[in-house]
């Protein structure tokens, strides 16, 4: 993987990690899916309606797809991953969702797409995938599990954690064929993906418009963080799949996890301190193989 593809990642990973946390803390629901989606749409749109004046006129009707269906892939990633943090402890879903999404966007990636990686770079995906068990909990997860309430959390969380994942291969792998294969702009990409996230979710804002207003007053300033700041980290990893392999990029991106660890441990008091440090250490390494490989 290029130096500067290894950059974007690794940035992309920080301001991943910190959205997160800030949605965790929002408590939000499907209401604040939408609130990310139009910000997103709001504050991006200088830039977003000038490439669509200059490149969508030439989009193929294959463009539109991709966008189309991203935009209703991350409608339920959203949805999915923030109904996790409702329910479930912030360091057993993401860990979960960031290491089981990758790998199987990886191993698509090389079966469809022809990508090759090297032993080393399969050394690299196999650190990442313990670095993030250790931070989900390692074997304090099977310890925990014996009390009913607790194992109940733990495997709401798995269960979200999972199908997060699921959500982040499929929009990771849709994605990455368009702005490789069909090499449209990453940034008008996403612009396209949030106005389909919004228009998806319009319905459930109309339907209890007073609760919609509620939910704004006490969320909108979270919302208008993690709107600015989650396109900012996922154009990174699209420009930074144009310069490398989807197999490679996708599993590099756990380096949020490193973050997240450092980050979400100390200021949400989840999880065991040792265990995620041991496997962000496990992640550092498997980023540096795959790097390499």
Request: charged fraction near 10%; proline fraction near 4%.
């Amino acid at each position: 993987m290029p130096i500067s593809a290894l950059a974007l990642v690794v940035l992309a990973g920080l301001i991943h990690a910190s959205w997160n946390i800030l949605a965790k803390k929002a408590d939000g629901d499907v209401r604040y899916a939408f609130f990310i989606s139009s910000l997103t749409v709001l504050v991006w749109a200088p830039i977003g309606l000038y490439l669509a004046w200059q490149q969508q006129p030439a989009w193929s009707g294959a463009a539109w797809a991709c966008a189309a269906a991203s935009g209703c892939i991350h409608v339920l990633y959203f949805i999915v991953l923030l109904r996790g943090y409702r329910k479930a402890d912030l360091t057993v879903v993401y860990p979960l969702a960031r290491g089981s999404g990758p790998l199987m966007s990886s191993l698509v990636a090389i079966a469809l797409f022809g990508e090759r990686i090297s032993a080393l770079g399969f050394g690299g995906i196999a650190a990442v995938v313990l670095g993030v068990f250790l931070i989900a909990g390692g074997p304090d997860i099977w310890r925990q599990a014996q009390h009913s309430e607790q194992r109940a959390r733990i495997r709401q969380g798995m269960a979200y954690g999972l199908l997060t994942g699921v959500s982040i291969a499929a929009y990771t792998l849709v994605d990455g064929y368009a702005v490789k294969f069909l090499l449209l702009s990453p940034i008008l990409m996403f612009y396209a993906t949030s106005c389909a996230q919004s228009l998806v979710l319009l319905p459930a804002i109309l339907q209890n418009l007073p609760l919609a207003r509620s939910h704004w007053k006490a969320q909108w300033k979270t919302a208008l963080w993690v709107g600015t700041l989650s396109p900012v980290s996922y154009v990174m990893v699209l420009y930074a799949l144009q310069r490398a392999p989807l197999s490679h990029v996708a599993p590099a991106r756990e380096v949020s996890m490193l973050f997240a660890a450092l980050l979400g441990g100390r200021l949400l008091g989840e999880g065991n301190r040792l265990a995620r440090l041991a496997g962000a250490a496990c992640i550092g390494m498997g980023v540096i193989a795959l790097s390499l490989g």
